[in-house]
């Protein structure tokens, strides 16, 4: 029979390989931090993507070709863009922000595109954020990846069912709330800052599924997803309390 002693060292013994193996599974693999470079993931794996705001034509080469941010072919730096650089893990579920008091996406063409890779290169459709009279603050993007390698970016889109019925809300297109610019800081009361929810799709490097996207799809329907939608669109609570 072990002594006291002996089951103390080997209950450190457990816990520091059960340590190990946790901290090997949700190790990050990726040395890749451009959002201009390829790379593969895994779960737990941290990955650089961008958003590129621009006018919309600026998204588009010879008023036709989709490119990427990365081509310099758009040549992006000479047509009043701004880039914003994020570092998610893959497969989380994140809130990603983007604070709009010292940056007005309207000065800079109103729309945004999200994109990674060069070779492989990923892009999402252009999606319009603010003009001097509607700001949209809340978003939905999607990566898709297979096989761990980046397929396509998409904004994910409710039909205005949070907005419905609410006189303070534009719908635009049928698929975006938003509020007017006026109300946002500095002209108005409302911080306008965009939230933007980020999910995955497909498999990583080791054919494992990425499911963020499907449980974003079923929290939907629990009290959790509110809370969570609570911090996503605090925007909204704001503006009712003005009225």
């Given at each position: 029979m072990a002594s006291i002693a002996e089951l103390k060292a080997l209950l450190v013994f457990l816990v520091t390989i059960a340590s190990?193996?946790?901290?090997?599974?949700s190790a990050n693999t990726n040395k890749v931090y451009s959002p201009c470079l390829d790379t593969t993931v895994q779960v737990s794996d941290a990955f650089t993507f961008a958003i590129a705001?621009?006018?919309?034509k600026s998204f588009y080469f010879n008023s036709?070709?989709?490119?990427?941010?990365?081509?310099?072919?758009?040549?992006?730096?000479?047509q009043n863009s701004q880039i914003s650089v994020f570092r998610p893990k893959v497969d989380e579920i994140s809130l990603l922000t983007i604070n709009?008091?010292?940056?007005?996406?309207?000065?800079?063409?109103g729309y945004m595109v999200a994109f990674a890779g060069r070779k492989?290169?990923?892009?999402?459709?252009?999606?319009?954020?603010?003009?001097?009279?509607?700001?949209?603050?809340?978003?939905?993007?999607?990566?898709e990846f297979k096989k761990g390698r980046l397929q396509n970016l998409y904004w994910k889109r409710d039909g205005c069912a949070k907005c419905s019925g609410n006189s303070n809300f534009v719908c635009l297109n049928n698929q975006d709330c938003a509020l007017?610019?006026?109300?946002?800081?500095?002209?108005?009361?409302?911080?306008?800052?965009l939230g933007i929810q980020l999910?995955?799709?497909?498999?990583?490097k080791h054919?494992?599924?990425?499911?963020?996207?499907?449980?974003?799809?079923n929290l939907r329907q629990y009290s959790l997803y509110g809370l969570y939608s609570n911090l996503r669109d605090s925007l909204t609570s704001q503006y009712n309390k003005i009225f």
């Amino acid at each position: 029979m072990a002594s006291i002693a002996e089951l103390k060292a080997l209950l450190v013994f457990l816990v520091t390989i059960a340590s190990t193996l946790f901290l090997v599974k949700s190790a990050n693999t990726n040395k890749v931090y451009s959002p201009c470079l390829d790379t593969t993931v895994q779960v737990s794996d941290a990955f650089t993507f961008a958003i590129a705001f621009s006018a919309t034509k600026s998204f588009y080469f010879n008023s036709s070709l989709e490119l990427s941010p990365c081509d310099r072919r758009l040549d992006l730096t000479s047509q009043n863009s701004q880039i914003s650089v994020f570092r998610p893990k893959v497969d989380e579920i994140s809130l990603l922000t983007i604070n709009t008091s010292s940056f007005s996406p309207s000065n800079y063409g109103g729309y945004m595109v999200a994109f990674a890779g060069r070779k492989y290169a990923a892009r999402s459709r252009p999606a319009f954020v603010a003009n001097g009279t509607y700001t949209v603050t809340s978003f939905t993007l999607v990566l898709e990846f297979k096989k761990g390698r980046l397929q396509n970016l998409y904004w994910k889109r409710d039909g205005c069912a949070k907005c419905s019925g609410n006189s303070n809300f534009v719908c635009l297109n049928n698929q975006d709330c938003a509020l007017r610019t006026t109300s946002c800081k500095p002209q108005g009361s409302v911080d306008c800052s965009l939230g933007i929810q980020l999910a995955f799709s497909g498999t990583d490097k080791h054919f494992s599924a990425l499911n963020s996207w499907y449980e974003v799809q079923n929290l939907r329907q629990y009290s959790l997803y509110g809370l969570y939608s609570n911090l996503r669109d605090s925007l909204t609570s704001q503006y009712n309390k003005i009225f």
